[in-house]
């Protein structure tokens, strides 16, 4: 679940810059990955331009061929008329929507040239600015409707203002001030600052992921730098001050001392060090130590062969998953934290053959067991869906939890285990959803197999 970050660099415009950078970051199931962001880096005297977009899961090329149309309209050099332009570029965008399916796809777009920025947006894409040191930020209203529709609006842009653009699964981020702690309180590159806004949403732990783009206008650094003739006067001032320091040791460490009187200079006897002795019988190897076996639990009747591999300590379920009480879709569920679950992962789906295996990483895994039924029925069904989207649940208890209730649907996974480990303490691994009746212990799971 890696993003996909682009920083094209700052954009001078005139004793400024407007650095532009945008990621793209898949959820736990990738092929559901349906926004795009990118864009174009125009130099002076031409604007600039940063786009995202979202459409249905079923139409995923979508989001990348709307991005495109507005990206490339800025491609061609536009010294003028930008609002123009980007307002065209979504009313051409919005017609060639009509009668294909593509009407609930989102957009929205930032154009730069010189200090003023245009904005327009569509759908559930947002746009809104974040200033130095504030603790939120402003969203970006449409004040010059167009057909109804389209939107734009111009803003002009002081030192260390941002504007951030984001798909819906990104809304939280307006009005957060972790939008102006990584864009105008941000020292980095864009691109790392962005990168780690996004990881600390934790969107990728979701079943769909989201993307975003922004750009911070900032003073140009070149202006802070001394004039050509001070740098060249410095050079050799240092220059001179190292000659000083540093040919006298030449002359010391060459084996011989300059005489004074011009006589020859006598040499210096070499310094002969001899090697230490060793005693190479009393040599140890030094043994690496061995990792514990990763904890994996197989929903299924036999291990498959799986329980040859010396690296996984495998437990079998007993059973194929019901469909009637349990949620349990086809593939290897792992704590996304846990580097040696993930290899473990990769390694099995790197094994089998035929069909896809999808790769789906959850921040936790919960285990119930029998004593642990009262508390948890309560907990997972107030859980928020946003954070059952991100947990797996394993049932090792003598009767129900859920009872097939709905509430099932929004887990990452929700299946029956080994019952026969009921008396087992119930746990969980990984970082759990907060309230969580259980403790970390040992016989919880770091990986779930659904064949």
Known sequence: MKGLSRNPGPVKTGGSSAEFAWVNQSGRIPSRTSSFADGFRGKAPYAAVAVVAECSIEDSGCARSAVAQVRDAFAEGVAYGVDEVLADAFDRLRESWIGTGHEQCSIAAVAVLGREAWIASAGSCHAFMADPGSEGSIDLESDTP????????????????????????????MGSSAAAKYTTGCSDPLGNCLKTMVAETRIRFRKTGGSVAAMRFSREPS??????????????????????????????????????????????EPVIVMPLETDTAETVPIEEPVPDPVSALLIAESASGLDSLPSLSLTLAGAEPDPRWENAARGIYY???????????????????????????????????????????????????????????????????????DWIEDFALFANGDRTRQDLPSSYTGTPAMGVPASVDSSGYSMIIVP
Do not use: Y
């Open 335 to 405: 704590i996304a934290d846990h580097a040696r679950a993930d290899s473990m992962a990769r390694q099995i789906n790197a094994l089998t053959t035929g069909e896809d295996f999808p790769l789906v990483a959850v921040t936790s895994v919960v285990t119930v067991r029998q004593g642990g039924i009262s508390a948890f029925a309560d907990w997972l069904r107030a859980l928020d869906p946003e954070e059952a989207g991100t947990t797996a649940v394993i049932v090792e208890t003598s009767s129900s939890v859920a009872g097939g209730a």
């Open 146 to 173: 167009r057909n109804g529709v389209t939107s734009v609006r111009k803003v002009v842009l002081r030192e260390g203002q941002s504007i951030v653009l984001v798909t819906h699964n990104l809304r939280k981020l």
């Open 223 to 268: 202006s802070l730098l001394p004039s050509k003739p001070l740098l060249l006067g410095g050079a050799a001032v240092l220059f001179l001050i190292l000659a000083v320091l540093i040919l006298p040791g030449l002359f010391r460490g060459s084996g011989t001392v300059p005489d004074p009187a011009g006589s020859a200079s006598l040499p210096v």
